[in-house]
């Protein structure tokens, strides 16, 4: 929480594979100084020694590595988290490189703020509805005769920026009337509240269509960058507008009933 | 050649030790455009097919590879070597970090000059001598606890850097993601339908605070940069909720009379 030692982000792998990548990951997190690493659903399980293995003697991340049954889960406490993908989206997130990331990182850590870097599995990346749990996506500017980047290459691209950031130590114009942005936590009660809402109002029409009228609807949400207060008061709206809509359709129609409509 | 297209760095191995990292190497060139690779007197001999099943297709490179049996024949037709190292020497020559080198390497191939990056084997590094056939070091401001690099994470952080230097800040993803944001006219409208609903929900008590209610909710879709497609999806949800929650309460409504409570 001071000016002078914004906590690191935290590493998210989504469904990685190869238990030798995620130490590989972990000795680059230790090259720059994070040391947070989070798994959800690791192919073949945790612990594995091939991990300690390959990360070379950086073994903290991964003692103290947690494993996680869902993406939800992994970033509840999180602030700010960022996607790294190379494909381009129909989500209108904002598209960052690793430099630029690091500057937002580290000015939201400077403030306080708890933040991540979410990479997903070595094979299929991040799927769309992952991409939109996040406030933001980091494309690796490589060139385009070959995209397929190494996952812990990736990683120490952004953990390296990252460490170049904090180095820097920018004097942040980080607006002071800002306020602490909601944790995922808060953000997922009312996404599911919300989507809950216009599933019973029949909302999501065709049903195919209704995972990325989601990932949308998220994506305006998570780009508004809410404070835990705002969540609450989008909740009210969400309350109000469901139910009390109902009360004055019901008062309209006994109004009506008493006029002989 | 030319001020446009200056040709990327060499990448040159002194004595390296693991095929896989040689192969590892030449997928982080191939990442950020590079393909010269050089290799003096790999240990295990060459070629090994161990590199090309850990190049994962960036095989170009490796194809190309040419084996030297001396650092000065590996480097004898450049004009600027800059080698890696972490240990800081008795040698006084100038200590850049990647950014710094790639700035300098990219003015010298902007000019006509052949330029390479020089970096040790793994468990050896570089040794004094060979160092002082290069122009200057590049050292990577690791976390001091945990130096010891990976080479081809070494690799990777020079050409990332190499490749930020010379593309002119890709930012075509982020504008194809980007649509133009609405006019206020759309979005006043937004405000307009939201407030009319909350309005007759009840939502705004006590009736004081309406005006800095609105206004916060106002903030939020703002700070959200909607397009105007958004804007039209975010009418739908309001209609949504605030009509299609009547409808469910009517039905249930409905029900319950049938049912006779």
Known sequence: MTELDPAPP???????QLAENIGAVARAMANFGLSDLRLVRPRDGWPQDRAWASASGADWPLNDARVFPTLEDAIADLQLVLATTARPRELRLPVVTPREAA???HAAA???????????????GLETRDIALCQGVI???????????NLAQAVVLSAYEWHAAA???????????REDPADHAALQGLYGQLEA???AAGFFHPPEKTPSM???LRAILARAG???QEVRTLRGVVTALSKGRGKVLEKLAAKRRAEGN
């Open 10 to 16: 935290a590493v998210i792998l989504n469904e990685p």
């Open 103 to 105: 500057s937002q990182l």
């Open 110 to 124: 400077s403030a306080g703020q708890k933040v991540g870097l979410l990479y997903g599995g070595e094979r299929a």
């Open 226 to 228: 809410l404070s835990d």
């Open 139 to 149: 494309t690796i500017p490589v060139d385009p005769r070959f995209r397929s980047l």
């Open 167 to 177: 180095a820097h130590r920018p004097r942040d114009t980080f607006e002071k009337n």
């Open 214 to 216: 989601i990932n949308n």
């Open 197 to 199: 809402e216009l599933q």
